[in-house]
């Protein structure tokens, strides 16, 4: 069973940026699609971006494209998001899941990490 780990949260204020990982436990790791999902206080957890098998894909939602990166190195079995031009609408609890299929949709994702907390200071 892959274990998934984020790290790279924190507080920052509007405009700025932070660079989440998720490490998988797993060599695995490179067989699964990976998503970021997040969600924020009284809002259900929403799709952020996700990254197919190798990279070869990658899709994000309407808020975050332009701003949001997801990469992958699967050498070091973790995901990246790199996430710029920040705003209070940002700030959520940041989860990483793993798939065996690329989908956009919670339910496709069976690993899940325990989410790290970013914060956007207006």
């Known amino acids: 069973q892959v274990q998934l780990v984020e790290t790279g949260g924190g507080l920052v204020q509007a405009g700025g940026s932070l660079t989440l990982s998720c490490a998988a436990s797993e060599r695995t790791f490179s067989e699964n699609a990976i998503a970021w999902f997040r969600q924020a206080p009284g809002k259900e957890r929403e799709f952020v971006a996700c990254i197919g098998q190798n990279g070869g894909s990658t899709y994000y939602s309407d808020s975050v494209k332009g701003r949001f990166t997801i990469s992958r190195d699967d050498a070091k079995n973790s995901v990246y998001l790199q996430m710029n031009r920040l705003n209070p609408e940002d700030a959520a609890i940041y989860y990483c899941?793993?798939?065996?299929?690329?989908?956009?949709?919670?339910?496709?994702?069976?690993?899940w990490g325990q989410g790290t907390q970013v914060t956007v200071s207006s």
């Open positions: 899941a793993g798939s065996a299929v690329t989908s956009t949709l919670a339910v496709a994702y069976i690993y």
